[in-house]
């Protein structure tokens, strides 16, 4: 039976994204940052073939273009999203920051360029999630959403209810479509 972990060997996974020691983690992630590679090294060849071909390309000037597309490569490399029970880590390029989602203190929503899902725990650590991440993966929002209810029972969690509902809405009519399209109802 699919999903299944009896007998299945150590390591090997239980559910699609998921594995046997209860982590789980964005399963999207792989292709965000194969998007990124693939985008910086296209425009690093885009530029110094018209550098080349303008006859201009000088060392200068190839670091330059260089420089341009690793801050490219900067900005489109997603975060990498993994949670196990009573946390929550994001490990960008740089750092990674692990909020424990047993000890919530607070959820809401960033805007900007981006819309956000921001969680901060009891000890002042604050991590942002990308909304489409958790839609599109739910064996990490079923974490979460456990440790969130378990959080708003014992009176921790003090702002982010309307947040945190708002999500499982989203999450809810995301799922309801993938059942209707794969159903054939949609």
């Given at each position: 039976?699919?999903?299944?972990?009896?007998?299945?060997?150590?390591?090997?996974?239980?559910?699609?994204?998921?594995?046997?020691?209860?982590?789980?983690?964005?399963?999207?992630?792989?292709?965000?940052?194969?998007?990124?590679?693939?985008?910086?090294?296209?425009?690093?060849?885009?530029?110094?073939?018209?550098?080349?071909?303008?006859?201009?390309?000088?060392?200068?000037?190839?670091?330059?273009?260089?420089?341009?597309?690793?801050?490219?490569?900067?900005v489109?490399?997603?975060?990498?999203?993994?949670?196990?029970?009573?946390?929550?880590?994001?490990?960008?390029?740089?750092?990674?920051r692990?909020?424990?989602?047993?000890?919530?203190?607070?959820?809401?929503?960033?805007?900007?360029?981006?819309e956000?899902?921001?969680?901060?725990?009891?000890?002042?650590?604050?991590?942002?999630?990308?909304?489409?991440?958790?839609?599109?993966?739910?064996?990490?929002?079923?974490?979460?959403?456990?440790?969130v209810?378990?959080?708003?029972?014992?009176?921790?969690?003090?702002?982010?209810?309307?947040?945190?509902?708002?999500?499982?809405?989203?999450?809810?009519?995301?799922?309801?479509?993938?059942?209707?399209?794969?159903?054939?109802?949609?």
């Amino acid at each position: 039976m699919k999903g299944n972990s009896a007998g299945a060997a150590p390591g090997s996974e239980a559910h699609r994204g998921e594995r046997l020691d209860g982590q789980v983690y964005d399963t999207a992630w792989a292709a965000g940052a194969r998007y990124a590679v693939m985008c910086a090294a296209s425009l690093l060849g885009l530029l110094l073939s018209v550098d080349a071909i303008s006859e201009t390309l000088t060392p200068w000037r190839a670091g330059i273009w260089s420089a341009l597309a690793s801050l490219l490569f900067v900005v489109l490399m997603p975060a990498r999203l993994s949670a196990g029970p009573g946390w929550l880590s994001s490990r960008g390029l740089l750092r990674e920051r692990r909020v424990r989602t047993d000890r919530l203190v607070a959820a809401y929503w960033s805007t900007g360029v981006c819309e956000r899902l921001v969680l901060r725990d009891a000890d002042g650590v604050r991590v942002e999630i990308d909304p489409k991440v958790l839609t599109a993966n739910p064996p990490l929002w079923r974490l979460l959403d456990a440790d969130v209810r378990y959080c708003a029972e014992r009176g921790t969690l003090r702002n982010g209810t309307t947040a945190l509902r708002k999500m499982a809405r989203a999450i809810d009519r995301e799922t309801a479509h993938t059942v209707f399209k794969v159903s054939g109802l949609h």
